[in-house]
């Protein structure tokens, strides 16, 4: 895969770990069992995405801030032919997954970056 694109996945689950931290989803367990407090834990995360990003080359940053500034997933599976961002059939090579994902695309109807599942 892409760097780029792991990197990307990478954030978007960061940022869904520190949604779940923020929103309380994700902490159903008594928080004196934890061994960081849930501020501490969202810091980390913070600046773990800080510095994340700050590996991400200017083109991709800028549209990856763009897309989430929106609020949309910024990475989505492409499964039989169909980004599942916008659900909208995207032109696939007839390059292997691996070779597809060795690129990095995005969806020509909503703009997200893809990762391909077949
Ligand atoms: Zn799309």
């Known amino acids: ?7 990307l996945l990478e ?6 770990q520190r949604g779940g931290l923020a929103d309380g989803t994700l902490t159903d367990v008594e928080s004196d069992v934890f061994a960081v407090s849930i501020e501490d834990a969202i810091e980390a995360l913070d600046e773990k995405v800080a510095e994340l ?3 991400l080359h200017d ?4 549209r ?6 929106k609020g949309m997933r910024v990475v989505v599976p492409v499964l039989n032919g ?3 961002g916008c659900f ?4 696939t090579a007839k390059a292997s997954v691996h070779d597809r994902n060795a690129r990095v695309e995005s969806c020509e ?3 997200r970056f893809l990762y391909h599942l077949d």
Do not use: F, K, N
């Open 82 to 84: 169909i980004c599942y």
């Open 64 to 69: 990856y801030r763009m897309m989430t500034a």
């Open 1 to 7: 895969m892409h760097p780029q694109l792991e990197l």
């Open 53 to 55: 990003e700050s590996r």
């Open 59 to 62: 083109d991709v940053r800028q």
């Open 88 to 91: 909208m059939a995207v032109a």
């Open 109 to 111: 109807h909503c703009g």
């Open 11 to 16: 954030i978007q689950d960061l940022r869904t």
